[in-house]
Structures are given as C-alpha cells and as structure tokens.
C-alpha cells in the first residue's frame, strides 16, 4: 500500500507540474500523470518479479547443492555399511575401547606458568632412557593383529620422543611422537610391524587414542615454561572417518583449543593425497580450531601449495638424501619446470604458502652442510637425537597433574 500511495503522490506531482509550468493542459497534464502512475508500477512490477527470479535461482541452486550433498553421504554410509559387513564376515566381533570425554579430560590442565623452557626439556630428556626397536618379529597376519590386541589389553603401548630442531643452531623446537607396542616377552614392535596390520583390522583408533593420550601429556608438561614446543603426532586417515572415534576427539580439541599451538597432526604424504572427502571436511573442522597438520614421506617436491595451504598444512618432512636431490634441479618444484627455481629459493617458496620444510633422516654432519646451502629451517635424525622412550613414571607424574588439575 505504500508503495502504490508513493507512486499515486509522484503521479499527482508530475500532473501538477505539467499545468503549473504550461506544458499542457489540465486534462492533458492529468492523463499524463496516470501514465507516470502506470509506468512506475510496471518498473516495480519488473524489478519484484526479477528479484523473486533471483531468490528462486538461488533457492534452486541450494537444493542441488543439499542433494549432492545427501547423495554423497549416502554413498559414503553405504560404502562404510559394506565395510563393516565385510569384517562381520572375516573376523568375530569384538568390542573396541571407543574414546569418550572423560577419557581426555584427565589430561586437561588449563594453567600455565610462563617462563624459560630450557631446563624443563633437559629434565624430561634425562628421564627418557635410550631403546633399541629391533625388526619385529617374522609372523603371520592372525598372529600379528592378537599381538596388537594383547598390548592394547595389557596397556604395552609406549610413547617415543624425537626431536626436531631448528638450523643452524640445533635449538629443540618440536618432538615427534612415535607408537611401540610391546609384546608378552617385553619385546619391542616398530610400526613396521604392527600399523598395517591395525589399519586392516580395525585397530587403528585405539592405537591413535593411546598415542594421542601420551601426546596430550607430555604436552602438558613441556608447555608449563615453553608454549614455543610442539610435538607431531601421527594420525591415521582412517582414524579422521571413523565414526566411533572422530566426535569424542573433536569436542575434546575443541574444549581444549589452547592445545592447538603445541598439538600438530601428521600423516604420510601419498594418505593425505588419497584422503576422501570426509577426511579432508574433519581436517578441516580440526583446522577451523586452530590445529595445523604435517605431511611426511614426501616423495616429490611437485606439491600444490595452495591446496596444502587450504587444507592448513604447515609442515613438509622430506628425507635428507632425497630433498638434495630433489634440490638437484632435475624435478618439478611446486608446479615449475625443472630448473626454474633456484635450489636455495625451494624453501622461501613454500613459506609463502605457510609450510615449512623439515629435513628428516638426517644422519651425518656433511648433509647438514648441504642441508643449510638449501636454507631448511627445521632438521630431524639420529644426528640430534634418536627416538627414546619416555619412562611410564614421567607419564603417570603428567596423568596425575591433570587428575588433580581436573
């Protein structure tokens, strides 16, 4: 009705105008007046139907995308149906410790002392004692999947520590986090030995659950006096879609976002291409939190930095061996032709994007010196340190700060 009254009133005021100045006469002036009336009620009319044109378009489009959408999620339900059917049919059923809350929140300490962290690193570096990880032993796939799930019953599950440190000065910046299982005899079992087979049978989540616990941890200790540590934690793909596994843990990050600077989430390079695309939307709740990822086993430097980017990778391990090869300007960096890129240009390239190269594998002082030419920020090997275990007293001295903090 406004409308209509508004258009009515400029109608009157052009008639008006028309007599007053003389234009035309009065009769004249009034017929023109309703032809301005009509006119601007055929403009309204064209601009309302245009604009109901455009929301219907985009309702449209919204109901395509949401069917995309629902059919994806059914193709995936239904792919994850067969999957469980199929182990239904290989193996007998057997409960799996699913992470819950409560598990988590004994590690939660919300306060922080600041300060130097130098001399609690050494400290905690004293307390861990030096292992070997011996070949794990030649058995059959039956016999290594009731390994797995003795020393999971049995809590034989241990956390090893490795660092990472920064060039040229060798300053401990990050841990990495490593699984070993123990078998009955107290027999040390290397991933080699056991991740495989957990992936295919199902065991996966509870490996990363523990791992994750110790992680969160040791965190808890290190970042009293030095929030700058860090430690990477490996995660399974599969762990990011199993739906048991990744709702407990993201309402746990979630409620404990302070984690998101020390806290850093790895996987191997050729997992992270194949991810699915529920992988690739939980990674990226886990990034709408603060929490950045790492790829290693880097087999070429031909990354696509920006998807890496999107995705909230910050971190790249590359072999030492292979990143001077690489550097060699025989292969395609990041989308350029081979020999386009200068060898010391590779890591400012990928720090444009936010990712930073680490230099894993690192054995001896001359590749450190060929390493350095290539302006790597960040080294990782036997060099400055071996993966060590920590002691279960350091452990349990984290578990029941948290426990009294909680």
């Known amino acids: 009705m406004l409308v209509v009254i508004t258009y009515a009133m400029l109608a009157i005021v052009a008639a008006l105008a028309f007599e007053r100045f003389g234009l035309m006469s009065s009769g ?10 009509l006119i601007a009620g055929q403009a309204h009319a064209a601009a309302a139907r245009a604009e109901e044109r455009r929301a219907t378009e985009k309702a449209l489009h919204e109901l395509r995308a949401a069917n995309l959408s629902l059919i994806e999620e059914l193709e995936l339900a239904s792919a994850r149906i067969e999957e469980v059917e199929t182990q239904l049919a290989t193996q007998p059923a057997r409960p799996s410790a699913q992470i819950t809350p409560a598990n988590y929140a004994r590690s939660a300490v919300p306060a922080r002392d600041e300060g130097p962290g130098d001399e609690l690193l050494n400290e905690i570096l004293q307390k861990l004692e030096m292992a070997g990880a011996g070949p794990a032993a030649n058995v059959s796939s039956s016999a290594r999947v009731e390994l797995i799930r003795d020393a999971l019953d049995a809590n034989r599950v241990d956390l090893y520590l490795q660092p ?19 078998d009955a005899k107290g027999n040390v079992v290397t991933p080699a030995g056991f991740l495989k087979a957990a992936e295919e049978h199902g065991l996966i989540a509870e490996v990363d659950n523990l791992l994750l616990l110790r992680c969160v941890q040791i965190v808890r200790k290190l970042t009293k006096s030095d929030r700058r540590v860090g430690i990477f934690c490996n995660i399974s793909v599969r762990s990011l879609t199993d739906e048991e596994f990744f709702p407990p843990f993201l309402d746990f990050l979630r409620r404990n976002s302070d984690l998101a600077t020390s806290l ?14 529920v992988a690739a939307r939980h990674m990226a709740r886990l990034a709408d939190y603060g929490f950045r990822f790492s790829i290693d086993q880097v087999s070429n430097l031909n ?3 920006a998807e890496l980017q999107r995705a909230g990778v910050r971190f790249a391990k590359v072999e030492g061996v292979r990143l001077i090869e690489m550097a060699g300007g025989h292969m395609p ?22 990712v930073d190269i680490i230099a894993e594998k690192i054995e001896t002082e001359a590749m450190v010196v060929e390493i350095l030419d290539l302006d ?11 993966p060590r275990p920590v002691r279960e007293d350091v452990l349990s001295e984290g578990g029941a700060e948290a426990r009294r903090a909680g």
């Open 164 to 182: 990472v440190v920064g060039l040229p000065q060798r300053r401990t910046y990050f841990y990495e986090g490593f699984t070993r299982l123990r």
């Open 28 to 37: 004249l002036a009034w017929v023109m007046g309703a032809v301005v009336f």
């Open 333 to 354: 960096v990041a989308g350029r032709e081979p020999g386009t890129i200068a060898p010391e240009d590779i890591a400012s390239l990928f720090a444009r994007y936010g």
């Open 264 to 277: 850093i989430f790895e996987m191997p390079q050729a997992a992270f291409d194949g991810r699915s695309s």
């Open 303 to 305: 990354l696509d930095l």
């Open 376 to 386: 790597i920020a960040y080294g990782q090997g036997h060099l400055f340190g071996a």
